[in-house]
């Protein structure tokens, strides 16, 4: 069964996975409150602030969602933070915690309290099944707008068509391919094995199917991609049962190490420090990804949020004591950003005894914290599609001064925690001479970096609160 691993206790999901369809999807109610919030007229509410009205900004999903539903009714808004629930269950690379609170910001736009027990916010229900992949984190607007099209599908219905839909495979496979969609979509193989785990396995991204079923030699890539999900997860089943025979098992996960190492295999190089995992992605990995935010990027404006995002970290950084420099083209634009005590901090000139190649590449750096004549921190902040500017900067860095102690950090948003792991793994990044980049620097997303900042008494808390805060590669861990 796709709903048992060896390492990994699903069943918590899983059931609350099963409440929501039964309580929210087949019947009206609600998850957080005795109030029915799943009818058909709320939906319709979420539907016009939230579809009817997108917002193009370059702003985060979460600043742009509590924006859109900002004027909405306060049934409307608590209804919105249960989708946002469902829409965030099945992702294991989203922490639990920024979870909750990207759920309890939405509920609390409706100026109604969401009670600190709530069993369905748990740890252990908000862990997760497996990875979102980097496109359901960059396109969570449209992967929100399916979930409210195939919900607001659903209410059309009778409750025992409701139920039909939810509870057989076939007439499912049927339904879901006739609700409007943007694009490719995660959350229809999320909602799927949420509905069917012992019938569809816990993959949310068909490249992983392919490879999969290529490597155990059951049909190759350039056939399964002519394949419908039907398709692929009939062949999958037939390859489990097969396995389960062979291995004498009924837990088998395709993910665990074993079977991943003949699908996925890593790559291992050596090096007089020893073994280093790299990552050389496929050409087909992103690139619907890719070609669909490339398309979005040329239609809008130019962002203003890494800006914020330094102003943040400068006023964080000022309050534990530190001096902070800004690359000279982002100075005044981000002065204008950061509170009084926060300007105070700015530093015009490095107070930093390198040759000109090391202060030419330091300087570009978006935001450091330093303390006295040493650079304790550096971030670069990442709010495009590619990673590889922060990253081949902190590499240059690293290549250029290899004994420099510092901690380095990309920050982005949440959506993009998955993008840079895997960058941060390519080879040219993995082989530097001191050693991997993946061991030197840590993801911390802009919903942590506000996490931060809003703590109480931040001035008499120093920087090793970071490490609460910051993420490591996975494959490096």
């Known amino acids: 069964m796709a709903r048992q691993t060896h390492e ?13 369809i039964n309580t929210c999807l087949v019947e009206d109610l609600s998850l957080f409150s005795k109030d029915s919030l799943w009818t058909a007229s709320i939906v319709d509410e979420v539907y016009y602030a939230f579809v009817e009205h997108p917002d193009f900004s370059q702003n985060d999903f979460r600043t742009k969602l509590k924006g859109q539903m900002s004027s909405a009714s306060a049934s409307a808004q608590r209804l ?21 609170q990207q759920i309890r910001e939405i509920w609390d736009l409706s100026e109604e309290q969401l009670p600190e027990d709530t069993p369905l916010m748990r740890d252990e229900v908000l862990v997760g099944i497996g990875s979102g992949g980097p496109a359901f984190n960059n396109y969570r607007p449209d992967e929100m707008t399916f ?24 007439v499912f496979a049927d339904w879901i391919d006739g609700v409007p969609r943007q694009g490719i979509r995660q959350f229809r193989h999320m909602l799927r094995y949420f509905a069917f785990p012992d019938r569809v396995e816990r993959i949310s991204s068909n490249n992983d199917r392919r490879s999969i079923l290529e490597a155990f030699e059951v ?16 062949a999958l089943l037939a390859l489990r049962c097969d396995l389960q025979n062979r291995y004498q098992t009924k837990i088998l996960d395709f993910y665990e190490p074993k079977l991943k190492e003949t699908w996925a295999p890593s790559r291992k190089i050596k090096t007089e420090e020893g073994e280093v995992t790299v990552i050389v992605p496929r050409d087909d990995d992103d690139i619907d990804d890719d070609k669909e935010l490339l398309t979005r990027e040329s239609e809008e404006p130019e962002a203003r949020q890494s800006l914020q995002v330094q102003a943040k970290l400068a006023d964080i950084g000022t309050a534990m004591g530190f001096k902070i420099w800004i690359p000279r083209n982002d100075r005044n634009r981000v002065r204008e950003l950061v509170s009084e005590v926060g300007d ?8 930093l005894n390198y040759d000109l190649t090391t202060l030419d590449t330091i300087e570009q750096i978006d935001v450091l914290w330093l303390k006295g004549r040493s650079i304790v921190r550096a971030f670069e902040v990442e709010h495009t599609t590619a990673v590889y500017s922060g990253l081949l900067r902190m590499a240059d860095l690293l290549a250029l001064q290899p004994n420099m102690n510092i901690r380095l950090h990309i920050v982005a948003s949440d959506e993009r925690r998955e993008k840079v792991f895997r960058e941060m793994l390519r080879p040219v990044f993995s082989l530097l001479d001191r050693g991997p980049l993946a061991r030197s620097c840590t993801f911390i997303s802009y919903e942590s970096v506000d996490a931060i900042r809003a703590l109480e008494h931040l001035a008499h808390t120093t920087d090793t609160i970071i490490s609460e805060y910051e993420e490591s590669s996975e494959a490096d861990s």
């Open 219 to 234: 049909a190759p890539r350039k056939e399964t991609k002519k394949w419908t999900d039907r398709q692929l997860d009939d």
């Open 147 to 170: 979930l409210i099209e195939l919900t607001s599908n659903l209410k059309r219905r009778t409750s025992k068509e409701r139920q039909q839909i939810l509870a057989d495979y076939e």
């Open 344 to 351: 105070d901090g700015f530093l015009e000139v490095l107070p």
């Open 8 to 20: 990994w206790d699903l069943s918590a999901t899983l059931s609350a996975a099963e409440h929501w």
């Open 80 to 100: 919105m933070a249960e989708m946002l629930w469902a829409l965030l269950l099945f992702p294991a690379n989203i922490k639990a915690r920024t979870k909750r």
